[in-house]
């Protein structure tokens, strides 16, 4: 069985623990063993243990319950988003933002409010008038699709809008530089499809103007 041998010993210790995860040693909700067969089995002291412990907890992969004993709660470290996104390239992006937004434009017409009308309209009036700048474009034409991802009331969907689609707009740009939008009267006519679509309570004809325009930006950009 492997064991610590380098420094920081805490680190050492949480990065075996996390291998034996993986590894499928402990099933998710199992509890982990004692402190001091699990000490043994490390090389390691019961305060080293704890420490190891305390940072694989602070990750979300074990839970110390107090009496109880310490359980696994994930089988793996999560990434957080920026990590994940470094790594992303641009059509894994708008992948996502396709699943994301088509599902939340059928949520924005089921849920819409005047408010959330008049807000998607006056950004895609907004986002007309942008037609002359790439940068002012791509700036306006975020602001439209995250006026439906605020109708559609749900945090979740915004955060993840919010986390991700900042991170094409250096690319939507130098691309709109180097192929500007070849018909921008039908482009309009997309992005007013889809407002039509959610001001008419139309969840089915939502998705598929999001999945439509989305689709095309894919292939324009890849």
Same mark, same amino acid.
């Given at each position: 069985?492997?064991?610590?041998?380098?420094?920081?010993?805490?680190?050492?210790?949480?990065?075996?623990?996390?291998?034996?995860?993986?590894?499928?040693?402990w099933e998710?909700?199992?509890?982990?063993?004692? %402190?001091t067969t699990?000490?043994?089995?490390?090389?390691?002291?019961?305060?080293?243990?704890?420490?190891?412990?305390?940072?694989?907890?602070?990750?979300?992969?074990?839970?110390?319950?107090?009496? &109880?004993?310490?359980?696994?709660?994930?089988?793996?470290?999560? %990434? @957080?988003? @920026?990590?994940?996104?470094?790594?992303?390239?641009?059509?894994?992006?708008?992948e996502a933002?396709?699943?994301?937004?088509?599902?939340?434009?059928?949520?924005?017409? %089921?849920?819409?409010?005047?408010? @959330?009308?008049?807000?998607?309209?006056?950004?895609?009036?907004?986002?007309?008038? &942008? &037609?002359?700048?790439?940068?002012?474009?791509?700036?306006?034409?975020?602001?439209?699709?995250?006026?439906?991802?605020? &109708?559609?009331?749900?945090?979740?969907?915004?955060?993840?809008?919010?986390?991700?689609?900042?991170?094409?707009?250096?690319?939507?740009?130098?691309?709109?530089?180097?192929?500007?939008?070849?018909?921008?009267?039908?482009?309009?006519?997309?992005?007013?499809?889809?407002?039509?679509?959610?001001?008419?309570?139309?969840?089915?004809?939502?998705?598929?103007?999001?999945?439509?325009?989305?689709?095309?930006?894919?292939?324009?950009?890849?």
């Amino acid at each position: 069985m492997p064991q610590v041998q380098r420094y920081p010993l805490a680190a050492q210790a949480a990065e075996v623990l996390l291998d034996r995860l993986r590894a499928g040693e402990w099933e998710l909700g199992h509890r982990l063993p004692g %402190e001091t067969t699990l000490a043994a089995q490390l090389g390691v002291g019961r305060s080293t243990l704890r420490e190891a412990i305390r940072e694989l907890a602070g990750k979300g992969v074990l839970e110390s319950r107090q009496g &109880a004993g310490v359980f696994v709660t994930a089988l793996d470290v999560t %990434e @957080d988003w @920026d990590a994940v996104l470094r790594r992303a390239d641009i059509t894994a992006v708008i992948e996502a933002r396709i699943a994301i937004e088509a599902e939340a434009a059928a949520l924005a017409a %089921e849920r819409r409010t005047p408010a @959330d009308l008049r807000n998607i309209l006056r950004a895609l009036t907004a986002r007309a008038e &942008a &037609a002359d700048s790439a940068g002012a474009l791509v700036d306006a034409d975020t602001a439209f699709h995250r006026t439906i991802i605020v &109708a559609a009331h749900n945090d979740i969907l915004l955060e993840m809008f919010n986390a991700f689609v900042p991170r094409l707009r250096r690319a939507m740009i130098d691309m709109l530089r180097i192929k500007p939008i070849a018909n921008p009267a039908a482009d309009h006519d997309a992005h007013e499809d889809l407002y039509v679509a959610i001001r008419a309570r139309k969840p089915e004809a939502a998705t598929t103007a999001s999945r439509i325009h989305l689709t095309s930006l894919k292939t324009a950009l890849t």
